[in-house]
């Protein structure tokens, strides 16, 4: 794949440094937006040169380096409400004539809500259930009307749950927190698979196009912990009722195992032409129990 020249990652976290790695890999110059000192010094350890601002305060916002850059727009949006005004003070710190070359925008499988047994493909229609999901699907709208305005290509990844090194429920697993005994369908994908997605999506991805990311495997919560209680040594955390679970679970994870989605990764593998590392659940704890 041809290299990305210049790359501005919004919001860069543990999928943000993969994913500058591979950028850099191809010779291309990574600048991160970061708020504290500590973030600052720990990119610049690894190479990333960065540049201090708060999507809270727009006024912090002047002079990004924007002009011609692929965007990376991984920052989450701030709790409560059902928007995200920190995608709002992004796009409107982008003066006339420093447009982007692409903004790649990383959101959640979430915006569809529940769909039960049924199959999700980007042609389904967003229902988000939650406030946390409705703030995702504003900041996508957003964008997209941005771009279309602006004539910036926007894309949309909508992302399920991210897996892999350095992400496991290992506090959850060691303090013993429950699961659902009959849990709904949730889709992951591997953390250093997401990053090559996120590139792929700079290079090949159109204006407007939306992308489910997973590795196409649906499974339950339960059988998450379950691996990854086999994998790093732990035990298996007991299950409980859903009845149960609504007096010892936190309403974040009651949220997860509410809704049930099984998603179709076949546009994100085609259009994109992702070969994934690790194309089922089995094939990332047979890595991790070798490495963690």
């Not at 950028?23 to 500590?38: E, M």
């Not at 997973?214 to 299950?239: C, I, K």
């Amino acid at each position: 794949m041809a290299g990305l020249q210049k790359v501005l990652i919004i919001g860069c976290g543990d999928i943000g440094r993969r994913l500058a790695g591979l950028v850099q890999a191809q010779n291309g110059r990574v600048i991160a937006l970061v708020r504290s000192d500590a973030r600052r010094d720990t990119l610049q350890e690894i190479g990333i040169q960065t540049l201090q601002g708060n999507l809270d305060e727009p006024s912090s916002l002047a002079d990004l380096p924007t002009n011609d850059a692929v965007i990376f727009y991984f920052a989450p949006p701030p709790g409560g409400g059902f928007t995200d005004p920190r995608v709002r003070a992004f796009c409107a710190a982008v003066p006339a004539g420093a447009e982007p070359a692409k903004i790649v925008y990383m959101s959640t499988s979430g915006v569809y809500g529940d769909c039960g047994d049924r199959q999700v493909t980007e042609e389904t229609p967003p229902n988000p259930q939650t406030a946390r999901a409705k703030r995702r699907l504003d900041a996508e709208t957003t964008f997209l009307e941005w771009g279309r305005e602006r004539n910036v290509p926007v894309v949309i990844l909508r992302v399920t749950g991210i897996y892999g090194p350095g992400r496991f429920p290992v506090t959850q697993l060691a303090s013993g927190q429950p699961v659902l005994r009959e849990a709904p369908l949730t889709n992951r994908i591997h953390a250093d698979d997401l990053a090559r997605v996120c590139l792929a999506a700079a290079e090949k991805g159109e204006a407007g196009e939306i992308f489910n990311v997973s590795d196409g495997h649906p499974g339950t919560m339960t059988e998450y912990f379950n691996a990854v209680a086999d994998a790093l040594g732990y035990p298996r955390p007991r299950q409980v009722t859903m009845e149960e679970a609504r007096e010892v679970m936190s309403p974040l994870m009651l949220s997860y195992v509410s809704e049930s989605r099984r998603m179709d990764n076949s546009k994100m593998l085609t259009r994109l032409g992702i070969k994934l590392l690790y194309p089922t659940l089995a094939d990332g704890m047979r890595k991790s129990s070798k490495t963690d």
